[in-house]
């Protein structure tokens, strides 16, 4: 009996963008515009209320002034991370996998070695 074995293994890589300050009445007059009045508002305004933040800037362009449209994009449009934690330092989760060969596997491989020896 043959068995075909496998090593699978994961790594986690965590990385952040810097920290960006925002004005939330900035948001204020913007479309959709920030209606809440917290912190918590304002993380569900950025992400529930706004779906792309490229197209909230274009949206946006005339209302939002320069330092919150560069903020915006280094955010998320095209952010730039810093490796916070990477476990490939560390340590992996790995395990195996472990599959019988079956007939019909058996039988392909029989016939592509007989094609090759002729």
Not at 92 to 116: G, R
Request: negative net charge.
């Amino acid at each position: 009996m043959k068995i075909k074995i496998q090593k699978i293994e994961t790594y986690t890589i965590t990385h952040a963008t810097e920290e960006f300050e925002f004005d939330i009445n900035e948001f204020r007059h913007c479309t959709p515009a920030f209606i809440g009045n917290t912190h918590k508002d304002f993380m569900d305004y950025m992400t529930n209320d706004i779906e792309n933040i490229k197209d909230f800037i274009n949206d946006n362009n005339d209302v939002l002034n320069t330092s919150i449209i560069k903020s915006l994009y280094l955010l998320d449009v095209d952010p730039m991370f810093n490796v916070i934690e990477d476990s490939r330092n560390d340590y992996e989760d790995s395990w195996f996998t472990m599959n019988p060969v079956t007939l019909s596997e058996k039988k392909v491989k029989n016939i592509e070695e007989e094609k090759i020896i002729k």
